[in-house]
């Protein structure tokens, strides 16, 4: 089974906080991304990747960066966190067959 | 580019009741169909998917969906509901023109009553 791992289930950080958010597949997929959902506004991508150091922005990437050192790994970076970006995080990777994306258990963000 | 519209944001029923999750999405051109369920603080779960083939997708959980090309919908189904049904459902469509990238729906929280 494909496995996706997040490093915090809760995370609460403090306003200006630079936050970094890990994320893992042990599948060898090409393509990761990251979502945060809201109530009523469904999962919005931030950004996603097609291959180790490539990067694509997605719909929603102001405030955000991220880095992909190695093909299993994908980081979600908070330069300086405001609270307007509390929320879940989700991260997922892909097959490049089917599409399917698979998910981890997300990261509940507060920013105080 | 796609969009997806799920009709209903909240959808209540009483355990044992039929339920149907609509889904729609805006292009007709050749696509790739999702249903996830995301149980409280947790990531989704892949709940069926259709690529090609039979119009009718059996997933996880009893759950069935039907692609309907012409209505550009793919709504899910279930014959009798459980409490433990309780959940969000996503239904998402690969975004087309050569992009892998998915398109989510709002969602449809689902609420099963004793």
């Known amino acids: 089974d494909v496995k996706v791992t997040q490093s915090s289930r809760y995370l609460v950080k403090r306003t200006g906080e630079k936050v970094f958010l890990e994320c893992v597949q042990d599948m060898d997929h090409e393509n990761m991304f990251w979502y945060r959902q809201d109530p009523g506004l469904g999962l919005r991508l931030i950004y996603f990747?097609?291959?180790?150091?490539?990067?694509e922005k997605g719909d929603i990437p102001e405030g955000y960066s991220v880095s992909r050192e190695k093909k299993e790994r994908f980081s979600l970076i908070l330069e300086s966190a405001s609270t307007n970006q509390t929320s879940m995080y989700l991260c997922?990777?892909?097959?490049?067959?089917?599409?399917?994306?698979?998910f981890g258990p997300g990261t509940r963000l507060t920013v105080t | 580019a796609q969009s997806v519209t799920q009709l209903d944001s909240q959808v209540p029923v009483f355990e044992e009741a039929p339920v149907e999750l609509r889904c729609n999405y805006s292009s007709s051109v050749s696509v790739y169909l999702f249903w996830y369920v995301q149980y409280p603080n947790q990531g989704l779960q892949l709940l069926l998917k259709?690529?090609?083939?039979?119009?009718l997708v059996k997933g996880i959980n009893g759950f069935e969906a039907e692609f309907n090309k012409s209505q550009t919908s793919f709504h899910l189904r279930k014959p009798s509901v459980h409490i433990s049904d309780t959940a969000e459902y996503f239904c998402?469509?690969?975004?087309?023109?050569?992009?892998?990238?998915?398109?989510f729906g709002k969602g449809t929280k689902l609420t099963v009553n004793p």
């Open positions: 259709y690529l090609s083939g039979s119009t």
């Open positions: 997922a990777s892909q097959t490049g067959i089917s599409y399917e994306q698979y």
């Open positions: 998402a469509v690969s975004d087309g023109g050569g992009s892998e990238k998915l398109v």
């Open positions: 990747s097609y291959d180790v150091k490539m990067k």
